[in-house]
């Protein structure tokens, strides 16, 4: 029997769905990577690259509650928030605070434009900052395909 190797985990939508998400000092690694028109370019160079800081600093992805926000910074850089269970040298570890509205989208990539836009429409309605959204992508191209579903969960820091 030829079984797929498992790279992303099949993903549950129903706990992230227009939920608020609390963290008070949640760990981080924060990378960037190098976009095209808002599609990464450098991203499994990246996450190689933290996995080998993390391998060296004993850290591991934090397991039980895993996320990995990205945030656009421009056409041309993009910025990924990795959740750790501790420190990890020779990178930027940042700890994010606060509560985050989330929803769920579901569709390819391509989308992301206007999730961005209703991520911006919540953030209006909320009167919050619209610079403080993230996407939390559940799974890589790959992965999306063999599952048959592409989830992203949309991050909004409403607090």
């Known amino acids: 029997m030829n079984e797929e190797k498992i790279c992303c985990p099949?993903?549950?939508p129903t706990p992230w769905d227009n939920k608020e998400v609390v963290w008070s000092d949640k760990l981080f690694i924060k990378e960037k990577t190098c976009s095209l028109f808002y599609m990464p370019l450098n991203m499994g160079s990246m996450m190689k690259?933290?996995?080998?800081?993390?391998?060296?600093s004993g850290a591991s992805p934090d397991v039980k509650d895993w996320v990995m926000l990205s945030r656009d910074l421009s056409p041309?850089?993009?910025e990924h928030y990795l959740a750790?269970?501790?420190?990890?040298?020779?990178?930027?570890?940042?700890k994010l605070s606060g509560t985050f509205l989330t929803k769920v989208f579901e569709g390819p990539y391509k989308e992301v434009k206007n999730w961005y836009k209703e991520m911006q429409k919540l953030a209006e309605e909320k009167v919050v900052d619209k610079n403080?959204?993230?996407f939390y992508y559940t799974t890589c191209p790959?992965?999306?395909k063999k599952w048959g579903k592409n989830y992203v969960v949309g991050f909004l820091k409403i607090r």
Do not use: Q
């Not at 690259?49 to 060296?56: H, I, N, R």
């Not at 990890?88 to 570890?93: A, E, K, L």
């Open 49 to 56: 690259k933290v996995c080998t800081k993390m391998e060296k």
């Open 76 to 78: 041309w850089k993009c």
């Open 84 to 94: 750790v269970n501790k420190e990890v040298s020779d990178s930027d570890n940042v």
């Open 10 to 12: 099949k993903f549950d």
């Open 132 to 134: 403080n959204i993230y």
């Open 142 to 144: 790959k992965c999306a």
